[in-house]
């Protein structure tokens, strides 16, 4: 007999949240750790480093001991406290469909709490703002950090290491058009390679120096904190670069599943991270001039340029999951209505997670190297980092506990027991991080605010535009019944009008009718939905409605993490007894021409920029993927 919970064999096909069977679980542990797994994975390279200098530790002759158990024990228990607790046991409960990460528990907790979602609707664009900023600064520190080992080798690398992270990170985003599923096969076996290494390192410096153990107890942890006033406080926002990455534990959970990303946390990647901060942790105790760099002084010498090549390719890996991090949620925030329409290209035919967005990539490259040409050296980018991850996360607890109130159904005294404890330790970790505004800081704080105004100004002005368009447009009930009197003249074949407004006469529409004075055989007004899901399933994607013998409507439903793609959807109307011949059938889209106007919901200058962004829009015929010889387009002239 069998326990309906025991854990599958490792060679067992399991479901990956989508319903389904894809892989074995074994493979989903190792995928799981290339990918998720990257960013946190890193962070020995210069977490500890960088909190024990916050303590004040090069500032004395000798580091202190309580200063080094402290920290140390600060940071395991934020690793407990915050990414096994929060993350591992609670948020990846928290799904949407399957799939998790900032707009995605987004949508889970606007539509718990039905339309009085505006707040909502704001936390979610800013912690979508904020995982850019993380995805800006993640590749910069990552990998400067790596490059920076090669100054142990000798100090004749010291002038080059910009130049060389440079290079190295123009042949990251290079490489990005060409998809990363060859690349990602190497990526799982090379950060278990890195994290058993890393673990190894570690012991022969706590078997030397085995009261270091001591920091597991949090007293330690406490004792620093009470006993350090201001410094201690500073010594937090340093501390939380260990748990940098938390937040892909949620958003990959649509690519691995919740068991393969707790298991490879749970017997791989924590263990061998607290080893590690151990071993750091026992060997500036030992020798505090290692100080300097205690994770690579860790290893013999014969052994740094293979660890600096082993660093610099984890490195990349963590860079690789941020960047393809910020292509997901930018397809999530067209899809959502928060940007405009970008071009996306898909990478792979199996896959359809994998997407190039080319203006994505060339943005983030080019604020990448703007950053490290700024700041130069990872601790100077340390400061800088932690902002825009502490914001994520108090987005993220804030948004938590209104679905587990609204959405889970539990009392607002047991979802706030729950969630306000994280809620607490991340606005601490926020205010720690807020100190640092000035160091730093202010890069994502800049970098996000002005994507939430991005986002926030599309978003206003689209609804503006299609209210103000509504009020202008005549009803399609109306029109199609008094076509249906007196009928123009007729031509064969189909036409297809896409409108977002489907209870309106499509502008294309009235346009044809206004100046051609012909109507096709059979028309057809067709809308395209985003669910609040990240995927639709096949059977939900086509809703028919005929209103007269000429006239249907066709409504396409998506998921926001689906591109859209209308031929083949409209491949399965087929099959649901629609009659049409692609080949005969013609779309008619609206292309509108915004003019600003005197008085407007918005001032001036968001008018301004709302049209500037409108006219970045990548084309609806591509974006739709619909074929261009069969398009024709309307232009109209619209204030707003």
């Excluded at 894809?22 to 290339?34: F, H, M, R």
Aim: charged share 15%; glycine share 8%; aromatic share 10%.
């Amino acid at each position: 007999m069998t326990s309906e919970n025991a854990t599958p064999a490792a060679d067992a096909p399991v479901d990956n949240g989508h319903g389904h069977t894809t892989a074995t679980l074994g493979s989903l542990i190792v995928g799981s750790i290339g990918v998720v797994y990257g960013d946190i994975g890193t962070s020995p390279l210069y977490a500890f480093r960088e909190a024990l200098v916050a303590a004040g530790g090069h500032r004395a002759p000798g580091v202190g001991h309580a200063e080094i158990l402290g920290v140390l024990s600060l940071i395991v228990w934020a690793l407990i406290i915050v990414v096994t607790i929060k993350y591992v046991v609670i948020l990846l409960r928290a799904d949407n469909n399957g799939e998790g990460g900032t707009l995605a528990l987004m949508a889970l907790a606007h539509r718990a709490v039905g339309g009085n979602g505006t707040v909502v609707i704001m936390l979610g664009i800013i912690g979508a703002a904020l995982f850019y900023g993380d995805a800006v600064i993640t590749p910069a520190v990552s990998v400067l950090s790596a490059i920076e080992g090669t100054k142990l080798v000798t100090k004749a690398f010291e002038p080059y290491v910009v130049p060389i992270t440079i290079v190295l990170l123009v042949a990251i985003f290079a490489v990005q058009s060409h998809g990363t599923a060859k690349v990602a096969i190497f990526f799982g076996p090379i950060m278990c390679l890195w994290f058993f290494v890393i673990a190894i390192a570690a012991v022969p410096q706590i078997i030397q120096h085995p009261g270091v153990l001591a920091a597991f107890n949090p007293s330690h942890a406490v004792y620093f904190m009470f006993h350090h006033g201001i410094i201690a406080f500073v010594t937090l926002g340093a501390v939380f670069l260990a748990v940098t990455g938390a937040e892909a534990l949620y958003a990959d959970l649509g690519h691995f599943g919740k068991r393969p990303i707790q298991l490879a946390w749970l017997f791989l990647v924590l263990p061998s991270l607290t080893i590690n901060y151990f071993g750091q942790a026992a060997l500036v105790l030992r020798d505090p001039t290692a100080l300097e760099n205690p994770f690579y002084l860790m290893f013999p010498d014969w052994a740094l340029i293979p660890m600096v090549a082993l660093a610099a390719t984890a490195t990349v890996i963590a860079s690789q999951a941020v960047i393809t991090g910020a292509y997901s949620l930018t397809r999530q925030a067209i899809q959502l209505g928060l940007l405009p329409r970008f071009e996306i290209r898909h990478t792979s035919e199996s896959h359809s997670g994998q997407i190039y967005i080319p203006r994505v990539n060339t943005l983030l490259l080019i604020a990448v190297i703007v950053l490290v040409v700024m700041f130069k050296s990872s601790s100077s980018l340390a400061s800088a980092y932690g902002i825009s991850v502490t914001g994520t996360m108090v987005v993220t607890s804030l948004m938590a506990f209104v679905l587990i109130w609204k959405g889970w159904k539990w009392s607002p005294i047991l979802a706030g027991a729950l969630i306000l404890p994280f809620l607490l330790i991340d606005l601490t970790f926020l205010t720690a991080n807020l100190l640092k505004v000035f160091d730093g800081g202010w890069v994502p704080l800049a970098a996000g605010g002005v994507i939430v105004m991005l986002m926030y100004t599309w978003r206003r002005g689209s609804r503006l535009l299609f209210e103000k368009s509504r009020k202008l447009e005549f009803p399609l009930a109306d029109l199609v019944a008094m076509l249906e009197k007196k009928p123009p003249q007729r031509v064969k074949g189909t036409a297809v009008f896409l409108t977002s407004d489907p209870v309106s006469a499509p502008t294309a529409l009235m346009h044809s009718l206004k100046h051609y004075k012909v109507l096709h055989e059979k028309n057809v007004i067709l809308t395209i939905e985003t669910a609040p899901t990240p995927k639709v399933d096949i059977s939900e994607r086509v809703r028919m409605e005929e209103i007269s013998e000429t006239f249907s409507k066709i409504t396409l439903r998506f998921g926001f993490m689906e591109s859209p793609n209308v031929p083949k959807a409209l491949a399965i109307a087929r099959k649901t007894g629609w009659q049409f011949d692609i080949m005969s059938t013609s779309f008619f889209l609206s292309r509108r021409a915004l003019k600003p106007a005197a008085h407007s919901g918005m001032p001036r200058w968001q008018d301004h920029l709302f049209i500037g962004l409108s006219r970045t829009a990548n084309d609806a015929t591509d974006y739709f993927q619909i074929p261009t010889g069969r398009v024709v387009e309307v232009g109209t002239q619209v204030t707003i």
